[in-house]
T-cell receptor, first 116, second 117 residues
Framework: GAVVSQHPSWVICKSGTSVKIECRSL??????MFWYRQFPKQSLMLMAT?????????EQGVEKDKFLINHASLTLSTLTVTSAHPEDSSFYIC????????????FGQGTRLTVV | AQSVTQLGSHVSVSEGALVLLRCNYS??????LFWYVQYPNQGLQLLLK??????LVKGINGFEAEFKKSETSFHLTKPSAHMSDAAEYFC???????????????FGTGTRLLVSP
């Protein structure tokens, strides 16, 4: 399958600082990227969907000013957690899909964010 | 609207025993269905998917699932469990592919498979 690389795999930051997570599709053009958040021992909750070159569509309850998503190219999307607080600590996972009718989304390996 | 229900947050089997993980879906459009596996602190790996072709789908690592429209189910099975199968399994549903816009996955709450020697 196609490869999606997510970086960093883990990060610790101080409360009040911002953290950027990168998601790259290495061998295909990701026209759509998805960002998920996963709390311990729970399912993945979709945060936002972004199409290359367009503004991200956020799910209800997700603060767009806090979780900034950029999808400026067909191989890179970034999630920036701004002014992070301990409650933002979580496992963040991206996935990427090629142009329709390609139905498979490939997942990155996830980023463990800990805010102290 | 689409949703997925996974019955049983934990399933325990002995090595060599049959694995059965249950998934029921709700969808107002013909669904695409997926099973993913997640190992600790890792992303998701696709096991198999149903995309309106054959109803019995074979995946990696000896897993298979059968789409049953009348039961709105997509249960995951493996004839003989291996220790390395211990992980978290997620069932997911999305709408059909096409030109109607991007499709997003809706995940179930996951089932942790425990395999004992």
């Amino acid at each position: 399958g196609a490869v999606v690389s997510q970086h960093p795999s883990w990060v610790i930051c101080k409360s009040g600082t911002s953290v950027k997570i990168e998601c790259r599709s290495l061998d295909f053009q990701a026209t759509t990227m998805f960002w998920y958040r996963q709390f311990p021992k729970q399912s993945l909750m979709l945060m936002a969907t972004s199409n290359e070159g367009s503004k991200a569509t956020y799910e209800q309850g997700v603060e767009k000013d806090k979780f900034l998503i950029n999808h400026a190219s067909l191989t890179l999307s970034t999630l920036t957690v701004t002014s992070a607080h301990p409650e933002d600590s979580s496992f963040y996972i991206c996935s990427a899909r090629g142009p329709l009718p390609n139905t498979e989304a490939f997942f990155g390996q996830g980023t463990r964010l800990t805010v102290v | 609207a689409q949703s997925v229900t996974q019955l049983g947050s934990h399933v325990s089997v002995s090595e060599g025993a049959l694995v059965l993980l249950r998934c029921n879906y709700s969808s107002s459009v013909p669904p695409y269905l997926f099973w993913y596996v997640q190992y600790p602190n890792q992303g998701l790996q696709l096991l198999l998917k149903y995309t309106s072709a054959a109803t019995l789908v074979k995946g990696i690592n000896g897993f298979e699932a059968e789409f049953k429209k009348s039961e709105t189910s997509f249960h995951l099975t493996k004839p003989s469990a291996h220790m390395s199968d211990a992980a978290e399994y997620f069932c997911a549903v999305s709408g059909p592919g096409g030109n109607t816009g991007f499709q997003k996955l809706v995940f179930g709450t996951g089932t942790r498979l425990l395999v004992s020697p």
